[in-house]
């Protein structure tokens, strides 16, 4: 049995170890303009700082909230912790989505934290929602890996995303941010970059507005939470295993579903179409000749980046009516739904007006 000076030894050494660890929250709440003038470019404050002082021991966690975010096409958009000792970590960058909508829309709080479960999602018109929603992320940067390579965000809405750069600039989406050189390496992409490192000093966010026709702001400026401890163990540092799964909303290009189909020689409406992330697909429709018949569903999963080809049909029932009236030279119409569910629960629908012909 040990001794009690020994147990309170170990006992006091123990609570050494766990230095008592604190959570604070620094704040520029300054509008933020993406981009300052114009519509591609450096955003206003470029950088946006905090700075801090008097904090004690390392960083342990740290998280950031950008407060009243909203941009009409934050696809567009890169955003850069640096901290005051030259660690960074992309938080978001090539994501959201491109509605281009006019007024601008109201702002959502968007968190950053590396214990996310979900990715920022990348949202097209026809999915579900269609506009970045405010929430807590991970960290997230759908840009290439190369230059002049698509990214993996990449909405029909957006007008200019896939083009090429002009000459001499840097290639597409490439995460540039003016006036600061790019580490050897690369930008972190994890906020577990800044742990166990001097928080006191000024933190630099950097905002990048890469492509034109959309602008946007962060009103509410931003705010950086820290959590520090002067305990002489080591925080984790960035997980080997890399960002949480990206959270892609499947992409749906309707043209081809034609607008004018021979029903009755094909025996069905067909629809062709690729899609850029592995989904589950539900097809289905409506075809009014005197009363409303329905399709028969197709349910079946697909694998991106590979042509798939459905083939709605009819009952016989319905086929002979339909047969009938266009024999009658009646206009006949049917309108087709296609619904494509990701992994990340993610769902993108469209619905198009097809013409029957014999």
């Known amino acids: 049995m040990r001794s009690l000076p020994s147990l309170l030894l170990a006992v006091l050494a123990l609570l050494a170890l766990a230095a008592p660890a604190g959570a604070a929250t620094y704040s520029n709440p300054a509008n933020i303009a993406v981009p300052a003038s114009g519509t ?184 950086l939470n820290l959590t520090t401890s002067t305990s002489p163990i080591p925080a984790p540092g960035p997980n080997v295993t890399g960002p949480v799964a990206p959270n892609i909303a499947p992409r749906l290009d309707p043209r081809g579903l034609k607008s004018r189909q021979k029903i009755l020689r094909q025996g069905g409406v067909i629809a062709k179409f690729t899609t850029n992330v592995a989904a589950k697909l539900a097809a289905g429709g409506t075809v009014k000749v005197g009363k409303t018949y329905k399709f028969r569903s197709v349910k079946r999963s697909v694998v991106a980046n590979k042509e798939v080809t459905v083939k709605l049909r009819l009952s016989k029932s319905a086929l002979r009516a339909v047969r009938k009236a266009l024999t009658a030279h009646k206009r006949v119409k049917a309108k087709i739904t296609l619904t494509l569910t990701g992994g990340s629960g993610l769902k993108t629908s469209t619905t198009k007006t097809i013409t029957l012909v014999r």
């Open 40 to 223: 591609a470019g450096n955003a206003n404050p470029y950088p946006s700082t905090i700075s801090v002082s008097g904090a004690s021991g390392t960083v342990r966690k740290a998280t950031v909230t950008l407060k009243g975010f909203a941009h009409q096409c934050s696809i567009d958009d890169d955003l850069l912790l640096v901290g005051p000792h030259g660690q960074s970590s992309i938080l978001m960058s090539d994501a959201g989505d491109c509605d281009n909508e006019n007024p601008l829309r109201a702002g959502v709080d968007l968190t950053f934290d590396d214990a996310a479960s979900r990715s920022v999602p990348c949202l097209d018109k026809d999915s579900t929602p269609s506009r970045l929603p405010g929430g807590t992320y991970a960290p997230t940067d759908y840009s290439p890996p190369a230059n002049h390579v698509q990214s993996a965000c990449d909405p029909y809405s957006d007008l200019d995303h896939h083009e090429p750069p002009p000459p001499g600039q840097p290639g597409a989406l490439a995460d540039v941010f003016p006036t600061i050189v790019r580490p050897v390496g690369g930008w972190g992409h994890q906020l577990a970059a800044f742990n166990n490192t001097d928080p006191n000093g000024t933190w630099s966010l950097y905002i990048v507005d890469q492509y034109a026709f959309s602008v946007g702001r962060i009103a509410g400026g931003w705010q």
